[in-house]
Structures are given as structure tokens and as C-alpha cells.
């Protein structure tokens, strides 16, 4: 290797580092989080009875909280997006619910099409699932149901076809689907499931 392109290597490698951490900078600056203490604005309830109330262990005193009690699923929509690869997180509480006493994380929603990642308090699963008029699981863990009336944390990440899912810090799911490749992100109950939700984030994930 000549002198020059040892110089040329060397400024080359200089200047990625230095980039790099405004690169760590960018991403965490693209994270939205989402404030229930404040009203719903921009949210799409595509079902459901979608509101925002006080709810006992809420991070700010009010959650969103869904009280349909007969659609076969409940969906909202957040604003923003689409995100073709989200790291999305939130924390959930099933009040009540005697069919389904759920929470889940909808992504890359799409003209009615979603992945769906969810907990219910009254099974012993977690579940992956997409919906295409129609909802068909994907994969699933066995796992402790988690309790009803207390907080839970869901986090799902979707890098290109690798779709992962965490409960309560736990990785349960890790999986690869391409049905759906890019949308917004939302929440979801099922049935007569009455659900809050807290402290949702979304960080669109940097490809290097």
C-alpha cells in the first residue's frame, strides 16, 4: 500500500469516527414518545372506544385507555409515520375482561393490514400475529400470564423481515415474516378487553 492511500485510509477511518457519534445523536432524537397526559391529537381510532382517563400507576396520573367491549378487535392509530422498521415500546394494564383481558402492539399498519404483538392477562401466551381481514398467528411463547391490574411492558423491534418481541423485559419472540413491509404504529385489545396504555415510544432503527 502506497503512502498516499495509507493517508487516504486513515482520513477516511478519521472522519466515520467523528460521524459517528451525531449518527447516535440523530437516532435518539427520531424517538417519539408520546404524552397521555395531554389530548389525543392526530390518533385514528380505526375501533374501539379510545379515551384518555386517570389511571392508578400511570407514569403522569391519565393513560389511553380502550372500553369497547364488543368489536372482535380494537385498534388506534398513532400519529406519525410510516415506519418501516420501529423499535416500539409501551406499557399496558388489563383493568378487566372476562373473553380477553389483552394489550398489543399493531405495526406497519397499512390500508387495514398489521403485525400484531400482544399479552393477555387470561392465557398463559404471547403471540405474534398478522391481520389480513382476517387475524392468523404467526409464532408464540408459552409464558406466565401477566397479572390483571397491574402493569406490564411491551417492546417489539421490525428490522426488515426479523420481527422480535419482548414482555416485561423478556425476549419471547423472534421470528421473520415479510407479508408487510412498511406502516404506522398503534395499540390493540381484543373483545371485551378494557386496557390502559402508558408511555409509548417509537424509535425509527438506523440501517448502517
Known amino acids: 500500500m502506497t503512502d498516499l492511500s495509507r493517508r487516504q485510509l486513515m482520513t477516511a477511518t478519521a472522519m466515520l469516527g467523528a460521524c459517528l457519534p451525531f449518527a447516535r445523536l440523530w437516532a435518539a432524537e427520531s424517538m417519539v414518545r408520546f404524552d397521555f397526559a395531554q389530548p389525543l391529537e ?3 381510532a380505526v375501533t374501539g372506544k379510545w379515551g384518555i382517563e386517570e389511571v392508578p400507576g ?3 396520573g391519565k393513560a389511553l385507555v380502550q372500553r369497547a367491549t364488543n368489536n372482535d378487535f380494537n385498534v388506534i392509530v398513532a400519529p406519525g409515520g410510516p415506519y418501516s422498521d420501529p423499535d416500539v415500546s409501551v406499557r399496558f394494564k388489563p383493568i378487566s375482561g372476562e373473553e380477553d383481558a389483552s394489550g398489543g402492539i399493531v405495526f406497519r399498519f397499512s390500508e ?3 403485525y400484531v404483538v400482544r399479552a393477555n392477562a387470561l392465557e398463559n401466551n404471547f403471540n405474534f400475529y398478522y391481520y389480513d381481514r382476517g387475524r392468523r398467528q404467526i409464532s408464540g411463547a408459552q409464558v406466565k400470564a401477566p397479572a390483571l391490574g397491574q402493569w406490564h411492558t411491551l417492546r417489539i423491534t421490525a428490522e426488515q423481515d426479523r420481527i422480535k418481541g419482548w414482555l416485561n423485559g ?3 419472540i423472534d421470528q421473520r415474516d415479510r407479508r408487510f413491509s412498511s406502516g404506522r ?3 390493540w385489545t381484543k373483545a371485551d378487553s378494557v386496557t390502559a396504555f402508558d408511555e409509548l ?4 432503527i ?3
Open 42 to 44: 392526530g390518533w385514528e
Open 58 to 60: 400511570a407514569s403522569k
Open 112 to 114: 387495514g393490514r398489521y
Open 170 to 172: 423478556q425476549l419471547l
Open 185 to 187: 404504529v398503534g395499540l
Open 201 to 204: 415510544t417509537i424509535t425509527p
Open 206 to 208: 438506523s440501517r448502517s
